[in-house]
């Protein structure tokens, strides 16, 4: 396993600066439990909530279906954080955004280095905000 660079954990710990700024505060961090995604949800962890619950959680592997996440995030109130690796995120911020196919009047990307935030709206999701590096 690959660990994160220098300037990807520069990236992280950046990230999770302005997350914090933006008043992030998870009380869970999931991570796929591969090194680079770990090493990165340690950075949020430092940053954002030192006493939050930080642990691997199945179901955020690149080739893995985002629907398992999703359930997990439903109806859950707590703040959630979770981190994994592209494609995945991009098809679980679709799925969470109702998106399958994305048009050109609503295009639907993740930020390569970065982060969503999203608000649960009933049994939906609206995005809030994004950041990127």
Excluded at 25 to 50: D, M, V
Excluded at 91 to 108: A, D, H, K
Aim: hydrophobic share 45%.
């Amino acid at each position: 396993m690959r660990p994160l660079s220098a300037r990807g954990r520069a990236a992280a710990a950046h990230l999770a600066l302005q997350a914090t700024q933006r008043g992030v505060r998870p009380l869970y961090i999931w991570h796929s439990g591969k090194l680079r995604a770990r090493q990165t949800a340690e950075a949020f962890w430092k940053a954002c909530n030192p006493f939050a619950t930080m642990t691997a959680k199945r179901g955020l592997q690149p080739a893995d279906s985002p629907v398992w996440i999703r359930d997990q995030f439903q109806g859950d109130i707590r703040e959630l954080m979770a981190v994994g690796h592209m494609p995945y995120l991009e098809r679980l911020l679709r799925l969470m955004l109702g998106v399958e196919v994305p048009t050109e009047e609503m295009l639907i990307n993740f930020p390569r280095n970065g982060m969503v935030a999203l608000h649960p709206i009933g049994d939906s999701w609206e995005e809030q905000w994004r950041l990127e590096v």
